[in-house]
T-cell receptor
Framework: DTAVSQTPKYLVTQMGNDKSIKCEQN?????MYWYKQDSKKFLKIMFS???????INETVPNRFSPKSPDKAHLNLHINSLELGDSAVYFC?????????????FGEGSRLTVL | DAKTTQPNSMESNEEEPVHLPCNHS???????IHWYRQLPSQGPEYVIH???SNVNNRMASLAIAEDRKSSTLILHRATLRDAAVYYC????????????FGQGTELSVKP
């Protein structure tokens, strides 16, 4: 049973399209995150939600809109896709914002914009 | 955001111990030292974390300097499966619990 699962694993699309990536965690965690890993393998945090509330937004373009319907889900919707959006997107979760323990990451969703 | 400095790459032989260093001279009192690794084509995976004292778990050991300005991740017997990028990260609970990843150390393990 996968702790943090993301769908789809691969996504190939044209510039200008709108796409979504879904994330679900079955760990009972309160906090979820989205990270982006670019072609240089640098991992950068994008968003964090705690109990469905946005708590971190790292100056991501507003074409990116996260949505948390409940604390087990954090979806990422991207409008008007650009070439530079091509990357691997990782979802993660943790107990809470103030815990000292680990983050659990999904396996990633590789987005390719043509 | 507190920063960490790690060597870009290291090599090890299988079955030998590996010591991965990390400098974090600007660490604050509330920063926890976390280590994660990322195997090829996978998401980052938690390895170990600590605050002041040395820590051991089934995967590795973490040695923290007395002044906390540096730490070392120790893999006691490297296996081929340990080849990955290892990230040393400072986690400040006052910043929403986020992890700020640096460039990491790419560890290769030779048979």
């Amino acid at each position: 049973d996968t702790a943090v699962s993301q769908t789809p694993k691969y996504l190939v699309t044209q510039m200008g399209n709108d796409k979504s990536i879904k994330c679900e965690q079955n760990l009972g965690h309160d906090t979820m995150y989205w990270y982006k890993q670019d072609s240089k393998k640098f991992l950068k945090i994008m968003f964090s939600y705690n109990n469905k509330e946005l708590i971190i937004n790292e100056t991501v373009p507003n074409r990116f809109s996260p949505k948390s319907p409940d604390k087990a889900h954090l979806n990422l919707h991207i409008n008007s896709l650009e070439l530079g959006d091509s990357a691997v997107y990782f979802c993660a979760s943790s107990l809470g914002t103030r815990d000292t323990g680990e983050l659990f990451f999904g396996e990633g969703s590789r987005l390719t914009v043509l | 955001d507190a920063k960490t400095t790690q060597p870009n790459s290291m090599e090890s032989n299988e079955e030998e111990p590996v010591h991965l260093p990390c400098n974090h001279s600007t660490i604050s009192g509330t920063d926890y030292i976390h280590w994660y690794r990322q195997l090829p084509s996978q998401g980052p995976e938690y390895v170990i974390h600590g605050l002041t004292s040395n820590v051991n778990n089934r995967m590795a050991s973490l040695a923290i300097a007395e002044d906390r300005k540096s730490s070392t991740l120790i893999l006691h017997r490297a296996t081929l499966r340990d080849a990955a990028v290892y990230y040393c990260i400072l986690r400040d609970n006052n910043q929403g619990g986020k992890l700020i990843f640096g460039q990491g150390t790419e560890l290769s393990v030779k048979p």
